[in-house]
């Protein structure tokens, strides 16, 4: 509103838009997340009819440094996940086994803490996200619900907790040893030097 709320719809230009948004004092995400935004809004003008336009002006901006996905994932097939879990050791085993089993994002996965667990209901709680060592919540359904253990996949993680130097309910499931448990290994090291 400050910058745009005095502007008819038809007066705002993509490359304008794309400069102030170059000048927001703001993570690259931020500014991505109101490019978003902003475009979901235009939609929504053109499908009221508030402006007569055939394609949305905001679809021409670009947000430097927020990658946009060109193509779907592949997705491994089931020997290739297998193949892939013969090849890894403790704790980088388990970890791909839940983020297989479960389809966690690595930024749930590495802030998971032994207190997330219900092992008496075999359920697990999503209660945090960490990216790049900066803890923050999460606002998933599953957050609160919880999320259904299957049974072997409950056990693997238990034989996890035996094995690791880091058992205390506060302590994190997959802790790095360079930190002496203080923080969760790095997702972008695990991923580039392991797996």
């Not at 690259?28 to 336009?53: Q, S, Y």
């Not at 791909?96 to 709680?125: H, P």
Request: hydrophobic share 40%.
């Amino acid at each position: 509103m400050p910058k745009w709320g005095e502007y008819p719809l038809e007066a705002i230009r993509p490359f304008a838009v794309e400069q102030w948004l170059k000048t927001l004092p703001l993570a690259r995400k931020t500014r991505g997340r109101i490019h978003n935004l902003m475009r979901v809004l235009f939609n929504a003008a053109m499908r009221w009819e508030f402006i007569d336009i055939q394609e949305n002006p905001i679809k021409l901006v670009r947000v430097r440094g927020v990658s946009k996905r060109e193509k779907e994932p592949r997705v491994l097939t089931l020997p290739e996940c297998h193949q892939l879990l013969d090849e890894l050791e403790e704790p980088h085993r388990t970890m791909v086994a839940l983020a297989i089993a479960t389809g966690l994002r690595c930024s749930e996965l590495f802030a998971l803490k032994w207190s997330d667990f219900d092992w008496a209901n075999s359920t697990m709680f999503v209660r945090r996200a960490i990216v790049d060592g900066v803890e923050d919540e999460v606002k998933t359904k599953y957050s609160k619900a919880g999320l259904p253990l299957n049974q072997t996949l409950a056990e693997l993680l238990l034989r996890w907790k035996r094995r690791s130097k880091f058992q205390s309910e506060e302590d994190w499931v997959f802790a790095s040893w360079r930190t002496r448990g203080q923080k969760p290994l790095r997702a972008t090291s695990v991923l580039e030097n392991v797996i």
